[in-house]
């Protein structure tokens, strides 16, 4: 199995930074690559995929980029509504993985 | 709307089964693969299993295939999933998700089933 890794895997920051959060695969997977935003309590929420396309709905602060093995997702403008935990997930192969999380908190 | 509602979660013990199903709304229900993904208590979030539009073709990942089933009956709008012989490592809320073409991301999740399995 393609094994994810997030880094940092959490870290505290103030309204109004810029944010950057990496996901690493143990193989090239291309740009098979999805980053989530979840909430306490609530559902994943689609934000990227294929490595940098943006979900319909999702505001232009949110941004990816990568392709192969290193990926990006950047908050250029952190917003308080933006306070969560963001996963990434690629679907090159069987079975679909994901990383272990990144959780944006609050400075 | 899309929309996507889990139901049949609860207690159950070792050993025991259980069926969640989730109903769909708002799109063509048939034309879409549907997957369970589950997030253990604190947990993150591990992809279970899948299931293409037709029902032709199925998928699980490893720690559950040969317990867990995943089907649909496209004329109710509904997707399943039986779970036999379930473990205390199973223990999670599990969520339905929508996958379109062009990819296995997951465009559109329900709000979760929570399964306990416990003595």
């Known amino acids: 199995a393609i094994r994810m890794t997030q880094s940092p895997s959490s870290l505290s920051a103030s309204t109004g930074d810029r944010v950057t959060i990496t996901c690493r695969a143990s193989q090239g997977i291309s740009n098979y690559l999805a980053w989530y935003q979840q909430k306490p309590g609530k559902a994943p929420k689609l934000l990227i995929y294929?490595?940098?396309t943006l979900q319909s709905g999702v505001p232009s602060r949110f941004s990816g980029s990568g392709s192969g093995t290193d990926f990006t997702l950047t908050i250029s403008w952190l917003q308080s509504e933006d306070f969560a935990t963001y996963y990434c997930?690629?679907?090159?192969?069987?079975?679909?993985?994901f990383g272990g999380g990144t959780k944006v908190e609050i400075k | 709307e899309v929309q996507l509602l889990e139901s049949g979660g609860g207690l159950v013990q070792p050993g025991g089964s259980l069926r969640l199903s989730c109903a769909a709304s708002g799109f063509t229900f048939s034309t879409y693969a549907m997957y369970w993904v589950r997030q253990s208590p604190g947990k993150g979030l591990e992809w279970v299993s899948g299931i293409t539009g037709s029902g032709g073709a199925t998928y699980y990942t490893d720690s559950v295939r040969g317990r867990f089933t995943i089907s649909r009956d496209n004329s109710r709008n509904t997707l399943y999933l039986q779970m036999n012989s379930l473990r205390a490592e199973d223990t999670a809320v599990y969520y339905c998700a929508r996958v379109p073409a062009g990819g296995d991301r997951f465009d559109f999740w329900g709000q979760g089933a929570l399964l306990t399995v416990s003595s």
């Open positions: 294929g490595a940098s």
């Open positions: 997930q690629q679907y090159y192969n069987y079975p679909l993985t």
